[in-house]
């Protein structure tokens, strides 16, 4: 199986900034996506930042300017550095991984969730 454990929520003021971490473990043999979604109370979840193996990175308009998706392979671990945040960034952000197994089979796979909230 495979696991995404992520880290780095909680609370912070208007225009201060956070940094989420994500790992993946257990059975891989490569990662094509790895990314972050959000999901803010009565809405869907929504793509925030997505990268790819090569570095390609995916922004929401929302975010653009102001969120940096990074992601170490060595490690199996992205990163989300959010900057200038504000109210509506408020949500549980969520991993998501596209993981190939060693058996070759693909499967999407999800984090647990952590919280960010953005309140004076």
């Known amino acids: 199986q495979v696991q995404l454990v992520e880290s780095g929520g909680g609370l912070v003021q208007p225009g201060g900034s956070l940094r989420l971490s994500c790992v993946a473990s257990g059975s891989i043999f490569s990662i094509n996506f790895m990314g972050w979604y959000r999901q803010a109370p009565g809405k869907q979840r929504e793509l925030v930042a997505t990268?790819?193996?090569?570095?390609?990175?995916n922004y929401a308009d929302s975010v653009k300017g102001r969120f940096t998706v990074s992601r170490d392979n060595a490690k199996n671990t992205v990163y989300l550095q959010m900057n200038s945040l504000k109210f509506e960034d408020t949500a549980v952000y969520y991993c998501?991984?596209?993981?190939?197994?060693?058996?070759?089979?693909?499967?999407?796979?999800w984090g647990q969730g952590t919280q960010v909230t953005v309140s004076s």
């Open positions: 998501n991984a596209v993981v190939v197994r060693p058996t070759s089979v693909r499967g999407n796979y």
């Open positions: 990268t790819t193996s090569g570095g390609n990175t």
